[in-house]
């Protein structure tokens, strides 16, 4: 299903826009992808497809009412939960973590001081933790709570200086959450019995998923969204009561660095509220996410929507040799010069093979996910793209050749 009729009333070239969707439907149609949705805004919706399957055991099509697992592209929320406390004055992001957390001291020692830790060092990947966990997958396989996830995470030893080097860090983000759960059950900077991430899932929901009018978005989807919710394929736990995206145990532990369900038409007013034109006030689905009120929502002020997608740091990737074993399989294995990564957002700057394509301005922003999704946003343009898929990247359909990035030059083609 394709619907271009606002295309050109956004600006978008609807034949161009037409071909970037059908680049998408060539790899349903080869087997590279089961299913796809696509979404492209400027100001509003310009076009959107939904194409192949959402379930292939079934053979359920993908349509508008899809529920996609996003993964990764949870982080921004993450980052902007969190970033609501700054605003709030809860919370400071350059407090070292360890005042926040203190636990966080309780791991073990090496040659870096853990007390220069700090939240935007955890938010923009630059913290010196590694990606998971060396138990991450044990917890998983004994359905361990939330908790004991963050109560790993914060043991884990530091591979770099703060700032040094860039190691793409799920445990930063969930510390990150930790503290955010903190702030709201007045517990920070004292050790606690019990982590507070449960308070995290309300945050997002009350606070950013309810504003924006996202309805078919949560971080523990209910069971009656299953019917719903595409079937991802590959994750190489397939069978498992485990299993990333689909077993019910994953979909309910939320987790704060990769739990987010939600739809394309969801997702892009996320993304869209941190467009310059936007000032962070709700501009696509308006007229759904209302209720009745005269002013459009803010989730965040233009102050802080401009701080989240400006890069913080660029450091180099780490060595290879830096935290073996414990890096998240998704991360590019790339050795870059300079990785440029703003707050919860990843920032394009001059990084060259980047998902968001060639066409994107230096100042584009977005998230990926390791089922295979996608979302950015181009503040030259004031063009919001989302793609989202039910294959893991892990599995190679975007690895042969660079079809996210295809996809994206097509998508800026179609800028009138």
Request: aromatic share 8%; glycine share 8%; with cysteine.
């Amino acid at each position: 299903m394709e619907s271009l009729d606002r295309a050109r009333d956004a600006g978008l070239d609807p034949d161009k826009l037409r071909r970037a969707f059908a680049l998408v439907q060539e790899w349903v149609d080869e087997g590279m992808l089961p299913g796809a949705a696509a979404l492209v805004t400027r100001g509003g919706v310009g076009g959107e497809a939904y194409l192949g399957v959402a379930d292939a055991r079934s053979g359920r099509r993908a349509d508008e009412r899809t529920i996609w697992s996003l993964a990764s592209v949870t982080k921004p929320f993450t980052a902007a939960a969190l970033m609501q406390l700054v605003e709030d004055g809860r919370l400071s992001l350059d407090e070292p973590l360890y005042r926040l957390l203190p636990e966080f001291l309780e791991a073990p020692r090496t040659a870096f001081d853990r007390q220069t830790v700090t939240l935007r060092h955890a938010l923009s990947h630059c913290s010196g933790l590694p990606g998971f966990s060396e138990d991450n997958l044990d917890l998983r396989k004994a359905h361990r709570p939330l908790e004991d996830f963050i109560r790993s995470f914060a043991r884990q030893p530091l591979f770099f200086a703060p700032g040094e080097a860039h190691l793409y860090s799920n445990c930063a983000i969930g510390l990150a959450a930790e503290a955010a759960g903190r702030a709201l059950s007045a517990s920070l900077r004292r050790a606690v019995q019990s982590p507070a991430v449960g308070q995290y899932h309300a945050l997002v929901h009350d606070r950013i998923l309810l504003p924006l009018g996202m309805r078919d978005s949560a971080l523990r989807p209910p069971t009656e969204w299953d019917e719903r919710t595409a079937w991802v394929e590959r994750s190489g736990q397939e069978g498992t009561d485990y299993e990333a995206a689909n077993s019910r145990y994953y979909r309910e532990l939320g987790i704060p660095w990769g739990g987010l369900f939600s739809t394309p038409r969801d997702l892009v007013r996320f993304a869209d509220v941190f467009l310059p034109a936007s000032g962070g006030r709700l501009r696509v689905g308006l007229e759904a996410a209302q209720h009745g009120t005269a002013a459009a929502p803010r989730i965040v002020s233009a102050a802080t929507a401009a701080l989240m997608t400006r890069a913080q740091w660029s450091p180099p990737d780490a060595p290879a040799d830096v935290a073996v074993g414990l890096r998240d399989a998704a991360a590019p294995k790339l050795s870059r010069e300079a990785v440029p990564w703003g707050i919860g957002w990843d920032v394009k700057g001059a990084k060259r093979s980047h998902t968001s394509g060639d066409l994107t301005s230096p100042q584009t922003f977005g998230h990926t996910g390791a089922t295979g999704t996608m979302v950015w946003a181009d503040p030259g343009v004031d063009v919001a793209c989302v793609l989202l898929t039910n294959r893991t990247a892990a599995s190679g359909w975007n690895a042969d050749a660079p079809r996210r990035a295809l996809f994206s030059n097509a998508v800026m083609a179609a800028v009138l």
